[in-house]
T-cell receptor
């Protein structure tokens, strides 16, 4: 079974631009969560989607948004990029139950110049 | 609020040494506790978990016991290998489900031959 895949793996943008990151979950998984990893703040939860609906949300500004498609693939979008948005963005998928283990992808490294 | 505190790293050990990485938590309600490991250039992998007090999670020689009285979940391994070199994250989830994890800052482990 293929694991969680994230595209692109690396991305360089400039301040003020917007960016879209993609995540394909493990086949059969309907929950997708997104996390931001930075040296200063560590790993922080962004949001979780289940069956195309946002089920949980972290404490990030409205510039961070996401969506999930009917095939469970998910995208996250960051608008008006700031230098502090430079981070590793990790996606994780799990199946239906709230107590199911999350499986993480390798991440997308975003650099904002 | 919910939070996890881990010991600062790096932890530097020789091969076959005993490993302890301390983790304490603060949570409302009754959290489930996790240890994740991140190898260089990769996403996070679940190492072990415990869902209630006095449970012991174990995997690949690593163990951690959920201690409610001390709000701790310390990671231990009797004999580390060079291949165990990685960053280890302690995390918790409360009643919103395992899809919204609160992570500690991570502890880097370096094992030398």
């Amino acid at each position: 079974k293929a694991g969680v895949t994230q595209t692109p793996r690396y991305l360089i943008k400039t301040r003020g631009q917007q960016v879209t990151l993609s995540c394909s979950p493990i086949s059969g998984h309907r929950s997708v969560s997104w996390y931001q990893q930075t040296p200063g703040q560590g790993l922080q939860f962004l949001f979780e989607y289940f069956s195309e609906t946002q089920r949980n949300k972290g404490n990030f500004p409205g510039r961070f948004s996401g969506r999930q498609f009917s095939n469970s693939r998910s995208e996250m979008n960051v608008s008006t990029l700031e230098l502090g948005d430079s981070a590793l963005y990790l996606c994780a998928s799990s199946s239906d139950r709230l107590t199911d283990t999350q499986y993480f992808g390798p991440g997308t490294r975003l650099t904002v110049l | 609020g919910n939070s996890v505190t881990q010991m600062e790293g790096p932890v530097t050990l020789s091969e076959e040494a005993f490993l302890t990485i301390n983790c304490t938590y603060t949570a409302t309600g009754y959290p489930s506790l996790f240890w994740y490991v991140q190898y260089p250039g990769e996403g996070l992998q679940l190492l072990l978990k415990a869902t209630k007090a006095d449970d012991k999670g174990s995997n690949k020689g690593f163990e951690a016991t959920y201690r409610k009285e001390t709000t701790s979940f310390h990671l231990e391994k009797g004999s580390v290998q060079v291949s165990d070199s990685a960053v280890y994250f302690c995390a918790l989830a409360v009643n919103t489900g395992f899809q919204k994890l609160v992570f500690g800052t991570g502890t880097r482990l370096l094992v030398s031959p």
